[in-house]
């Protein structure tokens, strides 16, 4: 596992509940210790609820082995890399690159990136026909869908596999091609730059538009809580990637959107976007 974020621990713990061994790795010390950490309240918290066996939680946490660099992994030859790096290209095919290294002949190279092209990742690689976008949703360990994404040069077997992978852990994949912001963020994210807009031009307050979008709707989550949640620099990066590589005017981010951003005001990450966290 490449990246040790909120995606990343919560992707590392549904394959390690699953029974796969799994590799942690992130160049920050402090974030790969956060993520065993809140692995382990979120195992103990099951335990507490009745949703997990202790021995379950217990072997789900020894199939963790944090990594303090990708040459500590050896070259046992993984089956599977999934990378959720920072949504940076050179971030990500820098990381690429090193971790392809690890794989076995037959292994895959998967990103969940919410928004990057695919076929964009695989050109940086050796082997561009294994790579392909696994793309989970947050939070990963009770959300089940799995958006499988195909990229240019992605073969058949690696799609079949992939979504066997998936189907291991639990989750269910659904298969789309590679376009910017694929299905998911191409109609989620515009609904929540259309809310941004309503309470910027003063439609109605932001507790209005969440309950109207739940209640009128049956949405379990208003668009404004929901941006907070994803975090707001997430949402306006794939504002610009779809108003980038679409070329129309109806993905233009909301300028209260980028506002915020500016403002460091990102939602629940860092304490205060639409609304205040505690």
């Not at 969940?112 to 082997?127: P, V």
Request: overall charge neutral; glycine content about 8%.
């Amino acid at each position: 596992m490449l990246g040790a974020g909120t995606m990343g621990r919560g992707i590392a713990q549904v394959f390690a509940q699953a029974g796969y061994e799994v590799f942690l790795f992130d160049v920050m010390p402090a974030v790969r210790e956060n993520a065993l950490a809140e692995i382990g309240k979120f195992l103990d918290k099951g335990v507490e609820k009745g949703r997990i066996s202790a021995a379950d939680a217990s072997a789900a946490k020894q199939r963790l082995r944090p990594v303090k660099k990708l040459a500590d992994v050896g070259d046992c030859g993984l089956p599977l890399v999934v990378e959720a790096a920072t949504e940076k290209v050179e971030i990500k095919t820098d990381l690429l690159k090193e971790a392809q290294k690890l794989l076995a002949p037959d292994g895959i190279l998967a990103s969940n990136t919410s928004s990057i092209s695919i076929t964009q990742l695989a050109a940086a690689t050796q082997r561009p026909e294994r790579f392909i976008g696994m793309h989970f949703f947050n939070p990963v360990p009770l959300m089940r869908l799995v958006e499988v994404v195909r990229g240019l040069q992605t073969s058949d077997q690696t799609v079949a596999e992939t979504v066997a992978h998936a189907e291991a852990v639990g989750k269910t994949p659904v298969q789309c091609n590679d376009h910017p912001g694929f299905v998911s963020n191409r109609v989620l994210m515009p609904m929540i730059n259309e809310a941004v807009f309503c309470l910027q031009e003063g439609v109605a307050r932001a507790e209005a538009i969440d309950e109207i979008m739940k209640l009128g709707m049956n949405h379990p989550m208003g668009p404004l809580a929901l941006a907070d949640l994803i975090g707001l620099d997430v949402c306006l990066f794939i504002m610009e990637v779809l108003h980038r590589d679409l070329g129309e005017d109806r993905y233009r981010p909301c300028p209260l959107l980028r506002k915020m951003v500016q403002a460091g005001r990102l939602g629940k990450k860092t304490k205060q976007g639409f609304y205040p966290y505690k």
